[in-house]
């Protein structure tokens, strides 16, 4: 799939929209988040003078029965007492501010007030009281400190003292993630794995709520003061914002310097750690006016965004990241981090020119296997008249969690913490055209949603086993009505094996492999488990060994070999074939390929010896052996040989046993 035939030129990148597991606020109503206001002077300082001493006036007398502790500090304020209803008193500084009448609104409980006993102390304010003896504020003179209810009042310690409230202190400032030293060394020595899920969608239900919190104190459906609603819409705003802003900043290009790299990255931080401080003060003095799923919902974001500034630096402090200038966006570097991929600019050429702005429909749901979940895109057609273009979309894992170690052994397998499995795809795809064959599908990079993964075409024919029938397809293996096609089908299925023996492919089998029916072509998907860096031989599988639900490893080395694919693996030059895969696998990986490489171009050339490279699949004919055995044809000689590492054994004999329901991927020759 070349740039001129998946896609248009390419623009600067969409903003990333992503789609799953987002972090959701529901619609539930809080209260407020808490912050220091301004105050007039005069107020501001009566409050702090509530914490010294009582005046001796005659009013007051009665508090002289509760023992006060002379460490203590006492009260300079005039208290007056009110008595509001039989067996409870109120008091206050301003009696002008207290109107005893019944409440209609939601109540705030006495229990939330500073008590002695049934005297409830107040601070200024307008309040109602109901018959039960529960208050609430209706109108007050100056802007509240959130998080406290009601705003500014006078409590009552267990002392028997009434003292002003402490105001709460804020959240202790979010660490610079590369101001601090400290933590900018730990972050690059360290494997940040996670990412944003849905931004667009966190950052649309975040201004829902932010506007469902004015709606409602407005209709008067709210328990928070008008200030209060104002605060905790405006933090929500802020939230989103930092979301928004960084959904921009990360469609942008890289630049080509490092200086400038640097410094994007830096204010994309910047931005990030605002939204980081905003929810710490959140979770620092609002957590108990958030329900349970909307502060969990607030500390996967803060999550997230922690582990992109990581991500961000990174990339700043990745020697080769200017390498990546123009070629690759702010979003699709990160990825590459994210994933465990290098900063390789050779690597920006797998990428598609199609993004998220030439999609010209929603995404569907295609399938899914074990692991992964496929999307159908639809874009736009390279030119205002021609038909929109599908593709598939896989997203990649920034981790292994198969365990399909235990079938090939750990000695063997691929590096969990950092698999690279789209790159394997393109790195058997690049030993495909080497080897001059068409088998596998047309694939590139791209990200879709915030997500790298694979944008493919859709594979052709059908799977040899049909799971809703529960029988095998019709397919002509050995046909004499449609003996080219069965000849083509020898061929394809043949050289799928030597594809897979070089590949060190380890999860072949009839559900991933299509083939036409009308044609003999063979398409070959899901070529993840392949390229391990301790595989470097090819052996020939076992039958009856199978680990829980996976079934034994393809292939082994073939019988046969076609003369184009004969010339092509005994003639590939090692050197070449290490720069090609470079971008995109391990040393480790590159070497064990070459020694594969080595031990096919060995069996080929006994295959030559012994009279099996195949020049015409249709008309072939084997070699006569020393018990006078030969002139058999491909697929009897192919059953004669009764490997079972032969795919067109395995698929043929499951299409013969039609009369049962065999297991698709576990046939008796599997």
Same mark, same amino acid.
Request: hydrophobic share 30%.
């Given at each position: 799939?070349?740039?001129?035939?998946?896609?248009?030129?390419?623009?600067?990148?969409?903003?990333?929209?992503?789609?799953s597991q987002s972090a959701s606020l529901d619609k539930a109503e809080g209260t407020a988040f808490t912050r220091k206001t301004s105050k007039p002077k005069g107020i501001k300082k009566m409050l702090v003078n509530l914490g010294s001493k009582l005046t001796t006036s005659s009013k007051h007398k009665s508090l002289s029965k509760y023992k006060i502790s002379?460490?203590?500090?006492?009260?300079?304020?005039?208290?007056?007492?009110?008595?509001?209803?039989?067996?409870?008193? &109120?008091?206050?500084?301003?009696?002008?501010?207290?109107?005893?009448?019944?409440?209609?609104?939601?109540?705030?409980?006495?229990?939330?007030?500073?008590?002695?006993?049934?005297?409830?102390?107040?601070?200024?304010?307008?309040?109602?009281?109901?018959?039960?003896? *529960?208050?609430?504020?209706?109108?007050?003179?100056?802007?509240?400190?959130?998080?406290?209810?009601?705003?500014?009042?006078?409590?009552?310690?267990?002392?028997?003292?009434?003292?002003?409230?402490?105001?709460?202190?804020?959240?202790?400032?979010?660490?610079s993630a590369y101001k601090n030293h400290g933590l900018r060394t730990l972050i690059n020595q360290s494997r940040v794995s996670e990412r944003f899920h849905d931004v667009q969608g966190t950052s649309d239900k975040l201004k829902q709520k932010a506007a469902s919190v004015i709606d409602a104190f407005q209709k008067g459906t709210s328990r928070h003061s008008?200030?209060?609603?104002?605060?905790?819409?405006?933090?929500?705003?802020? &939230?989103?914002?930092?979301?928004?802003?960084?959904?921009?900043?990360?469609?942008?290009?890289?630049?080509?310097?490092?200086?400038?790299? %640097?410094?994007?990255?830096?204010?994309?931080?910047?931005?990030?750690?605002?939204?980081?401080?905003?929810?710490?003060?959140?979770?620092?003095?609002?957590?108990?006016?958030?329900?349970?799923?909307?502060? *969990?919902?607030?500390?996967?974001?803060?999550? @997230?965004?922690?582990?992109?500034?990581?991500?961000?630096?990174?990339?700043?402090?990745?020697? *080769?990241?200017?390498?990546?200038?123009?070629?690759?966006?702010?979003?699709?570097?990160?990825?590459?981090?994210?994933?465990?991929?290098?900063?390789?600019?050779?690597?920006?050429? @797998?990428?598609?020119?199609?993004?998220?702005?030439?999609?010209?429909?929603?995404?569907?749901?295609?399938?899914?296997?074990?692991?992964?979940?496929?999307?159908?895109?639809?874009?736009?057609?390279?030119?205002?008249?021609?038909?929109?273009?599908?593709?598939?979309?896989?997203?990649?894992?920034?981790?292994?969690?198969?365990?399909? @170690?235990?079938?090939?052994?750990?000695?063997?397998?691929?590096?969990?913490?950092?698999?690279?499995?789209?790159?394997?795809?393109?790195?058997?795809? %690049?030993?495909?055209?080497?080897?001059?064959?068409?088998?596998?599908?047309?694939?590139?990079?791209?990200?879709?949603?915030?997500?790298?993964?694979?944008?493919?075409?859709?594979?052709?024919?059908?799977?040899?086993?049909?799971?809703?029938?529960?029988?095998?397809?019709?397919?002509?293996?050995?046909?004499?009505?449609k003996p080219r096609v069965s000849a083509n089908i020898q061929k394809n299925l043949t050289d799928a094996q030597w594809l897979d023996c070089l590949t060190g492919q380890q999860d072949r089998h009839s559900t991933n492999l299509f083939i036409d029916p009308d044609n003999g072509d063979v398409t070959l998907i899901d070529n993840d488990q392949a390229f391990?860096?301790?595989?470097? @031989?090819?052996?020939?599988?076992?039958?009856?060994?199978?680990?829980?639900?996976?079934?034994?490893?393809?292939?082994?080395?073939?019988?046969?070999?076609?003369?184009?694919?004969?010339?092509?693996?005994?003639?590939?030059?090692?050197?070449?074939?290490?720069?090609?895969?470079?971008?995109?696998?391990?040393? %480790?990986?590159?070497?064990?390929?070459?020694?594969?490489?080595?031990?096919?171009?060995?069996?080929?050339?006994?295959?030559?010896?012994?009279?099996?490279?195949?020049?015409?699949?249709?008309?072939?004919?084997?070699?006569?052996?020393?018990?006078?055995?030969?002139?058999?044809?491909?697929?009897?000689?192919?059953?004669?040989?009764? %490997?079972?590492?032969?795919?067109?054994?395995?698929?043929?004999?499951?299409?013969?046993?039609?009369?049962?329901?065999?297991?698709?991927?576990?046939?008796?020759?599997?």
């Amino acid at each position: 799939m070349s740039n001129s035939s998946i896609g248009a030129s390419r623009s600067t990148p969409p903003p990333l929209n992503t789609s799953s597991q987002s972090a959701s606020l529901d619609k539930a109503e809080g209260t407020a988040f808490t912050r220091k206001t301004s105050k007039p002077k005069g107020i501001k300082k009566m409050l702090v003078n509530l914490g010294s001493k009582l005046t001796t006036s005659s009013k007051h007398k009665s508090l002289s029965k509760y023992k006060i502790s002379h460490s203590q500090p006492k009260p300079q304020v005039n208290l007056t007492r009110i008595h509001a209803q039989p067996g409870l008193e &109120i008091w206050t500084d301003n009696p002008k501010s207290i109107t005893v009448k019944p409440y209609q609104g939601p109540p705030i409980n006495l229990k939330n007030l500073g008590k002695m006993g049934n005297v409830i102390v107040l601070p200024p304010g307008n309040w109602q009281i109901n018959p039960n003896g *529960k208050v609430t504020q209706f109108a007050f003179p100056f802007p509240s400190p959130l998080g406290q209810n009601p705003p500014g009042q006078i409590v009552q310690h267990f002392t028997g003292h009434p003292q002003a409230a402490a105001q709460p202190k804020p959240a202790a400032p979010v660490a610079s993630a590369y101001k601090n030293h400290g933590l900018r060394t730990l972050i690059n020595q360290s494997r940040v794995s996670e990412r944003f899920h849905d931004v667009q969608g966190t950052s649309d239900k975040l201004k829902q709520k932010a506007a469902s919190v004015i709606d409602a104190f407005q209709k008067g459906t709210s328990r928070h003061s008008q200030a209060n609603a104002n605060l905790k819409s405006q933090h929500l705003v802020q &939230i989103a914002s930092v979301l928004d802003q960084h959904k921009s900043e990360q469609a942008k290009f890289m630049p080509t310097t490092t200086a400038e790299i %640097k410094a994007q990255a830096k204010s994309q931080i910047d931005s990030l750690e605002q939204g980081m401080q905003a929810i710490a003060e959140i979770t620092h003095s609002g957590r108990a006016h958030y329900s349970k799923d909307n502060f *969990k919902a607030l500390q996967t974001l803060s999550r @997230e965004m922690d582990a992109e500034r990581a991500l961000l630096v990174q990339v700043m402090d990745d020697p *080769k990241s200017f390498e990546l200038g123009s070629k690759l966006s702010w979003g699709e570097a990160t990825e590459l981090k994210r994933l465990g991929y290098a900063s390789n600019p050779d690597l920006a050429d @797998e990428f598609t020119t199609l993004t998220d702005a030439d999609l010209v429909k929603p995404d569907e749901h295609f399938g899914a296997g074990k692991k992964h979940s496929v999307q159908k895109l639809t874009f736009a057609g390279e030119t205002v008249n021609d038909p929109p273009r599908e593709y598939l979309f896989k997203a990649e894992d920034a981790r292994d969690t198969s365990r399909y @170690e235990r079938v090939v052994g750990k000695d063997k397998y691929l590096d969990k913490s950092r698999p690279r499995f789209a790159a394997r795809n393109l790195a058997a795809r %690049k030993l495909q055209n080497t080897l001059d064959l068409k088998l596998l599908p047309d694939m590139k990079l791209t990200t879709h949603n915030g997500k790298m993964g694979l944008l493919m075409t859709e594979a052709r024919g059908v799977q040899p086993f049909n799971h809703d029938t529960g029988k095998p397809e019709d397919i002509a293996y050995d046909s004499l009505e449609k003996p080219r096609v069965s000849a083509n089908i020898q061929k394809n299925l043949t050289d799928a094996q030597w594809l897979d023996c070089l590949t060190g492919q380890q999860d072949r089998h009839s559900t991933n492999l299509f083939i036409d029916p009308d044609n003999g072509d063979v398409t070959l998907i899901d070529n993840d488990q392949a390229f391990y860096p301790g595989l470097r @031989e090819v052996n020939d599988p076992e039958p009856d060994h199978k680990v829980g639900n996976w079934p034994p490893p393809w292939p082994g080395k073939p019988e046969l070999i076609s003369r184009e694919t004969f010339e092509k693996i005994t003639t590939m030059d090692e050197d070449s074939l290490r720069r090609d895969l470079e971008p995109l696998l391990d040393k %480790k990986e590159i070497d064990s390929t070459l020694f594969r490489l080595n031990d096919l171009k060995q069996h080929a050339k006994k295959l030559a010896d012994e009279g099996k490279v195949v020049e015409d699949w249709l008309t072939w004919r084997s070699p006569e052996t020393e018990g006078g055995k030969g002139g058999l044809r491909v697929a009897d000689f192919l059953r004669s040989t009764g %490997k079972p590492q032969s795919y067109f054994n395995a698929l043929s004999e499951q299409a013969e046993q039609l009369h049962t329901r065999p297991d698709p991927q576990h046939t008796r020759s599997l």
